[in-house]
C-alpha cells in the first residue's frame, strides 16, 4: 500500500480544522467556513451514514467478539510496507470490542483485509482511533485494488484510495485523504490534510461514485474531487494498516517516546452500497477551498493542536487541482475476487 511519501508529485493538497467540509475541486462556490465543536468521548460520534442516510450496511464488523474472524478477514504474514519491518498476526487483537494493531521498535507490526469489504462503487465507514507514538508509524485506512498485488504501488495502475493516512510527528493531530490514480509507474494523486486529535474516537468515511469521490470526517465533508481520470478503474477492496517507515523516526516530537509501542484502534468498520441517498456534488454545509492560500506538501506535517472546543475551519487549497471534465468517460468494472491483494509487501 501507499507509495513513499516524496516519491509522487501532488496534484492538489489543502488543509483544514478537523470538523470542517471542504471541497477539492476548485468549481465549486466559495462558502463560509463551519465551526463544530468535537463531541465528548461520551457521546456518539456522527457518521456520514446517519447525516445522508446510506441505509443499511451490506457488511460490517463491531468486533464484538475476542478474536478477529478469520472468515472476515485476511491478517498479513509476511515482509512489511516496502519491505521494511515484518507484518505478524501476533500484532493484531480484539478485545472488548476494539480491534487493536500494534508497532513495535524493532518494526513488527501489522495489517488485515476485510473479505467482506469488496465492491465496485460505494461506501465504507469506521470508527478509528491512534495512540501517540512514534513518527515511524503511520495508521492507515484505504481502498486497494482487487488483484493489484503486493507492492507500494499496484500491479499495472488500478489507483488507491487512503481515505485516512496519517504521517506526521507522532502526536496525531492532522491526517490525510490521498487519491492515486494513473500507471503503477509515474503514478499522480490528489490530497487533503484535516487537523484533529486522532487520540480521541473519529469516524472516516469515503464515497465513490461513478462521477466522483467524497471524504468525511465525523458525518463532514473534507474531501472532493469530480476528475474521473482519477477514480479508480476497477473493484476495491478494504484494509486496515499499521505501516512501518523507519526513516520517520527522526521526525517524531520532543517528549514522546519513539519506542514505545503505537496503536491503531477500530470500533467498527462498515460498507454501504450506492442505493442509499447520496451526498451532495456540493455540499451545503462545505466551505470552499481558498484558491489564493498557499498550497500544503506531503513533506511538511500539519500537527498543531486543534482549538479544544470549537475548531474553526483554515482551509487551503492547492489551484493546480484539476477542474472535473464531465466529458471524461466513467471507469470501466472489472470482476471482483474474494479479497483484495495484499498491499505494501
Not at 489543502?14 to 465528548?40: E, M, S, W
Not at 507514538?133 to 485506512?141: N, R, T
Request: aromatic fraction near 8%; hydrophobic fraction near 35%; charge should be neutral.
Amino acid at each position: 500500500m501507499l507509495n513513499g511519501i516524496t516519491r509522487f508529485g501532488v496534484v492538489g493538497m489543502c488543509v483544514l480544522a478537523v470538523g470542517t467540509a471542504a471541497v477539492q475541486d476548485a468549481d465549486v462556490p466559495k462558502r463560509r467556513d463551519v465551526k463544530v465543536t468535537t463531541p465528548p468521548e461520551t457521546e456518539p460520534v456522527p457518521t456520514a451514514a446517519g447525516k445522508y442516510g446510506w441505509g443499511e450496511p451490506v457488511a460490517a464488523d463491531e468486533f464484538s467478539g475476542e478474536a478477529l474472524d478469520p472468515n472476515g478477514w485476511l491478517v498479513y504474514d509476511g515482509p512489511g510496507h516496502a519491505g521494511q519491518g515484518r507484518r505478524s498476526p501476533t500484532a493484531v487483537s480484539v478485545r472488548n470490542g476494539t480491534l487493536t494493531i500494534t508497532g513495535t521498535r524493532d518494526g513488527t507490526t501489522g495489517g488485515i483485509a476485510w473479505r467482506k469489504g469488496t465492491q465496485k462503487y460505494g461506501r465504507w465507514e469506521a470508527r478509528v482511533r491512534s495512540s501517540k507514538g512514534c513518527a515511524c508509524y503511520h495508521p492507515v485506512l484505504l481502498l486497494w485494488p482487487v488483484g493489484g498485488g503486493g507492492g507500494v504501488a499496484p500491479k499495472g495502475g488500478g489507483g488507491e484510495v487512503d481515505y485516512m493516512e496519517t504521517y506526521d510527528d507522532g502526536q496525531r493531530q492532522s491526517t490525510g485523504f490521498y487519491l492515486h490514480y494513473g500507471p503503477e509507474h509515474g503514478e499522480r494523486k490528489i490530497g487533503a490534510k484535516v487537523r484533529a486529535d486522532l487520540t480521541r474516537w473519529h469516524t472516516f468515511a469515503v464515497e465513490w461514485t461513478p462521477r466522483n469521490m467524497s471524504g468525511f470526517i465525523d458525518g463532514r465533508r473534507w474531501f472532493f474531487t469530480a476528475n474521473r481520470r482519477a477514480l479508480p478503474l476497477g473493484p476495491m477492496g478494504q484494509t486496515i494498516q499499521l505501516d512501518w517507515f523507519p526513516q520517520d523516526t527522526r521526525k517524531t516530537a520532543a517528549g514522546i517516546d519513539r519506542r514505545a509501542p503505537a496503536t491503531l484502534e477500530v470500533d467498527w468498520i462498515r460498507m454501504y452500497t450506492l442505493r442509499g441517498q447520496a451526498a451532495p456534488t456540493a455540499d451545503p454545509s462545505a466551505p470552499a477551498a481558498d484558491p489564493s492560500a498557499p498550497a500544503a506538501g506531503p513533506s511538511t506535517p500539519t500537527a498543531g493542536p486543534p482549538t479544544p472546543t470549537a475548531n474553526a475551519p483554515t482551509p487551503v487549497a492547492d489551484p493546480s487541482v484539476p477542474v472535473a471534465d464531465p466529458s471524461a468517460p466513467a471507469a470501466v468494472p472489472s470482476m471482483p475476487s474474494a479479497v483484495p491483494s495484499t498491499p505494501g509487501a
